[in-house]
């Protein structure tokens, strides 16, 4: 068969994907599947095991990063397709699953044709992509291109105090490979972020422009509790109006600086969070993002 004639099988596609998404479903639509949990281990076995249907050499490093290799005509660095199965706790089922799943369905694709390419092909999937529940995000690929320390991402705590290496051994992906063992000829990902755009646009499809850089704070700010009712305005030590200023700030800076700024406040808890209470103490991130780097650090 010429490669020119070759089509993926859209029906497979849809269904692994779908099949996926069954995996930490939520009600109304969406996944839950947070880096290292028991969704994303049942999620990593299900594309695991179908690496190894399609007879791919499946390799787990100490990350917990999966990628399935098919061999070539030659050796040498594969082109590598992939992107991550965690999501955020409201995740879309396309974001980070697309760059996998069609990985597989090109693969299949070939294999069903009769057709070795020239290079290896591989397929992976990262560990904590999306940073979630444990940060920083990107984790598995940063640690993958040596950006990140094996042992500093170990150790990384997650929101509900659990730490990277511990989750890793529980869910039985602390993988033998060595990180970062090889590097990939060229890398593609299909990726759906599903922000509004295009949608409120009328617009079917994008091309990417430019890739957003990200900065991620988390301020604590220290209070005094008192009465809500018998301490005056003057005299008290609110944490959660500094807390509130800090996020009315964010969203200020963002609309003034206009284009590609934007600014979230993602986590916001006081303590001790009694409606008659003073907060003594307040907990908040802010995330701010720009796809120009000098931009994002003036903001």
Not at 273 to 288: F, G, I, K, P, Q
Request: include cysteine; proline fraction near 2%; aromatic fraction near 4%.
């Amino acid at each position: 068969m010429k490669t020119e004639n070759l089509t993926i099988n859209l029906t497979r596609l849809l269904h692994r994907i779908d099949t996926l998404a069954t995996i930490g479903a939520l009600e109304g639509g969406g996944c839950c599947r947070l880096a290292l949990s028991d969704d994303d281990r049942r999620g990593r076995d299900l594309v695991t095991g179908w690496m190894q249907d399609l007879g791919l050499d499946v390799s787990i490093d100490a990350i917990g990063n999966v990628i399935a290799l098919r061999a070539g005509r030659q050796d040498g660095p594969p082109v590598m397709i992939g992107s991550h199965i965690d999501t955020v706790a409201t995740g879309g089922i396309y974001d980070g699953c697309l760059g996998v799943l069609a990985g597989l369905e090109v693969i299949e694709t070939l294999k069903d044709a009769g057709i070795t390419t020239k290079r290896p092909l591989a397929v992976a999937f990262f560990t904590n992509e999306e940073g979630a529940r444990f940060a920083p995000d990107m984790m598995g690929s940063a640690v993958h291109q040596g950006h990140l320390s094996l042992d500093e991402a170990h150790a990384v705590i997650g929101i509900d105090g659990a730490t990277v290496g511990d989750e890793l051994r529980r869910i039985g992906y602390w993988g033998k490979a060595e990180t970062g063992n090889f590097r990939a000829h060229c890398f593609f990902e299909l990726h759906v972020e599903q922000g509004p755009v295009l949608d409120v646009a009328g617009i079917t499809i994008g091309v990417v422009e430019g890739v957003q850089g990200i900065s991620w704070n988390e301020f604590e700010i220290d209070g005094i509790s008192n009465h809500a009712g018998t301490t005056p305005m003057s005299l008290r030590c609110d944490a959660a109006f500094v807390a509130a200023q800090i996020a009315v700030e964010a969203r200020a800076i963002a609309q003034d600086m206009g284009a590609d700024q934007v600014a979230t406040v993602g986590v916001f808890e006081v303590r001790p969070n009694l409606v008659n209470v003073v907060a003594n103490r307040a907990l908040m991130t802010v995330d701010l993002r720009n796809t120009d780097e000098a931009l994002l650090q003036k903001g």
